[in-house]
T-cell receptor, first 110, second 116 residues
Framework: QKEVEQNSGPLSVPEGAIASLNCTYS??????FFWYRQYSGKSPELIMFIYSNGDKEDGRFTAQLNKASQYVSLLIRDSQPSDSATYLCAGGSNDYKLSFGAGTTVTVRA | GAVVSQHPSRVICKSGTSVKIECRSLDFQATTMFWYRQFPKQSLMLMAT?????????EQGVEKDKFLINHASLTLSTLTVTSAHPEDSSFYICSAIPGTGGYEQYFGPGTRLTVT
């Protein structure tokens, strides 16, 4: 079974701080990894994807992938109240299916 | 780009009736779409993979005769919940993969189904 585990949270950070989200996966066949943001009552929105080991930066977001450790993380710099949401980590396989983690709820305190 | 729409956004139906939900890729063609279900405070559960021009493949435990999927064109997939019951009340979300060679799935806005 393809499992994706996320740090359970909830995570509360002050405005302007760095929010750090972690995710581990059990399927070594997973080739692609995704971070989605989901606001309450809304559908997930893709914010980052990463396929190769190392870091990938996009604005205030940095995704990190370590395939040897089966570990994916997301850093949100200069956190804003609008970043308050549930963040879903997902691992993808060659059949294009995604396995989602349970999600981590982030609250940014103004 | 990569915009996916769903219709309706909300639907309330009586127990025993059927409900059809449409999922459209607006600015790209999608040979593969996915249907998910999400219960309150839970993560997404994949129900089925919808393939244009062929039968959908269902995840274990999902009744294919209850959740009918039709992928009639490269921009449209439909999910019909047949003989709906209150336990089918959920948030149904579709996703699609643009044919650009990547694996990124883009989600529709979701359909909230309430069966009374």
């Amino acid at each position: 079974q393809k499992e994706v585990e996320q740090n359970s949270g909830p995570l509360s950070v002050p405005e302007g701080a760095i929010a750090s989200l972690n995710c581990t996966y059990s399927d070594r066949g997973s080739q692609s990894f995704f971070w989605y943001r989901q606001y309450s009552g809304k559908s997930p929105e893709l914010i980052m994807f990463i396929y190769s080991n190392g870091d990938k930066e996009d604005g205030r977001f940095t995704a990190q992938l370590n395939k040897a450790s089966q570990y994916v993380s997301l850093l949100i710099r200069d956190s804003q109240p609008s970043d308050s949401a549930t963040y879903l980590c997902a691992g993808g396989s060659n059949d294009y299916k995604l396995s989602f983690g349970a999600g981590t709820t982030v609250t940014v305190r103004a | 780009g990569a915009v996916v729409s769903q219709h309706p956004s909300r639907v309330i139906c009586k127990s025993g009736t059927s409900v059809k939900i449409e999922c459209r890729s607006l600015d790209f063609q999608a040979t593969t779409m996915f249907w998910y279900r999400q219960f309150p405070k839970q993560s997404l559960m994949l129900m089925a993979t919808s393939n244009e021009g062929s039968k959908a493949t269902y995840e274990q435990g999902v009744e294919k005769d209850k959740f009918l999927i039709n992928h009639a064109s490269l921009t449209l997939s439909t999910l019909t919940v047949t003989s709906a019951h209150p336990e089918d009340s959920s948030f149904y979300i579709c996703s699609a993969i643009p044919g650009t060679g990547g694996y990124e799935q883009y989600f529709g806005p979701g359909t909230r189904l309430t069966v009374t």
